[in-house]
């Protein structure tokens, strides 16, 4: 199968310059390991039956001898050799002068304790289904962080070739690189439906060993999925659960650690500045689905249903423009989060780069969403300069002054074509987006 570029290379070619061995992390199906032989002239595979026995020996006996082979090397499934994360460890400490070497990619459904972190040596990368744009459904005609960095950056006039009936398609298929390989529309939904099966019936339990209730976890799962990219508390999905079986708060919490370990679900963080000191800011978590596929093949949903639930849709659309934002972030080494108050205002997403930039961000279905969201943005906004101003009317002890937002920002599903309002607000198609 053809390679496809990534963003994650970018990420892995600028950590190779710093690193001797990489360790890339993520979700069943996004890609891990073919990224990683594509850039590594050795390539160790212990499920490969041929080999599998002769490789376990060595990892057993001498690892060692792995390392004189031809460099950069890939050790694929390396938890089925555990002795080899220190083995390269070592390595790092031994040879500081060298990056790029080593390369690890494993089952998210088998979780390791090392005896040795790897900080310092081992970096981590993390690495998402394909976004929008990867998976050739965003043309990419506008860029989020050209955005941030070329004031002069005109986006206006850029049309989407997506139309909603697309995206109803394109999130019941989400971002599995398996899905470019399959010609068959209807084939490629089987492999979100596929993952989710092998989630709940064994990864649930294989990641850690633990024997988990098949059952209880398909139950949290459709619980997350009527939940997704909401601020539902968890007691309220353990509500859900509870009504259908008998289980412990701390039961419920174990099976959501260990989905949250394979990467499956995801919390994203509240922004909480206080900028208005008498408003209560929601500091609960928006619950998502790292790719939104998983939910909805979770409560069987399939394409034509929202026809009829354009409601739902909007969540799942949300969901997914999130998963795209995070695999951006990943790139940039920013932070994806939310903002939610008591007096209604809020931003859908707060993507914030490392220098404090940010942008604020509503997600949209329909282009009769964006002038109420664009109010909001723009209130928003005006709330941080009135707290400024106000910071600063006693000169001899200033209040706390907060950035102003550098980016205002509507990504609308059926938008059809990317402009600038007259007050400077981003309508941005999620047919045109980009990292």
Request: aromatic letters at 10%; charged letters at 30%; a negative charge.
């Amino acid at each position: 199968m053809k390679y496809f570029p990534r963003l994650v290379d970018r990420v892995l070619d600028n950590r190779t310059k710093a690193f001797n061995a990489i360790n890339i992390v993520g979700p069943k199906g996004c890609g891990k390991t073919r990224s990683a032989k594509e850039r590594c002239k050795t390539i160790i595979e212990f499920q490969d039956e041929e080999k599998r026995e002769s490789y376990l020996n060595i990892a057993e006996t001498s690892p060692r001898l792995f390392l004189k082979n031809e460099k950069p090397i890939l050790f694929d499934e390396w938890q089925d050799a555990p002795k080899i994360w220190g083995t390269i460890r070592k390595d790092c400490d031994d040879h500081p002068e060298a990056t790029g070497e080593y390369f690890l990619t494993g089952s998210t459904s088998k979780k390791i304790e090392t005896p040795h972190t790897g900080t310092g040596r081992i970096s981590e990368v993390v690495m998402y289904p394909m976004t929008l744009f990867e998976m050739n459904d965003s043309n990419g005609t506008v860029s989020l962080s050209r955005l941030f960095d070329d004031k002069d950056y005109d986006i206006d006039g850029n049309k989407s070739n997506l139309s909603l009936e697309d995206l109803f398609y394109i999130v019941c298929r989400g971002g599995w690189p398996r899905c470019l390989a399959i010609a068959d529309k209807e084939a490629k939904l089987q492999i979100a439906t596929d993952y989710y099966e092998q989630i709940y019936k064994k990864d649930i339990s294989a990641i850690d060993g633990v024997k988990r209730n098949s059952e209880w976890a398909r139950t949290i799962l459709w619980s997350y999925a009527r939940n997704m990219a909401t601020l539902a508390k968890k007691n309220v999905i353990f509500a859900d659960v509870s009504a259908n079986h008998s289980m412990t708060d701390i039961t419920f919490s174990s099976y959501v650690e260990a989905l949250e370990n394979l990467f499956v679900i995801k919390d994203i963080d509240a922004w909480t500045p206080q900028i208005r000191s008498k408003t209560a800011i929601r500091a609960a978590k928006k619950h998502v689905f790292v790719d939104q596929s998983i939910g909805l093949a979770a409560i069987g949903i399939k394409p034509d249903y929202f026809y009829k639930d354009l409601d739902l849709f909007g969540h799942v659309f949300e969901n997914m423009v999130l998963r795209d934002l995070l695999a951006f972030a990943e790139l940039q080494n920013a932070r994806v989060m939310h903002y939610s108050d008591d007096m209604g205002l809020e931003a859908d997403a707060v993507y914030q780069l490392t220098d404090g930039r940010y942008a604020l961000i509503e997600i949209k279905t329909g282009e009769n969403a964006i002038p109420a969201a664009e109010k909001n943005l723009l209130k928003f906004g005006e709330i941080i300069r009135k707290h400024n101003e106000s910071a600063l009317k006693d000169k001899e002890h200033p209040g706390v002054l907060y950035r102003e937002p550098d980016l205002l920002i509507v990504i609308c599903a059926n938008a059809s074509m990317a402009y600038t309002t007259e007050k400077g607000v981003k309508i941005i198609p999620a047919g045109c987006l980009r990292d």
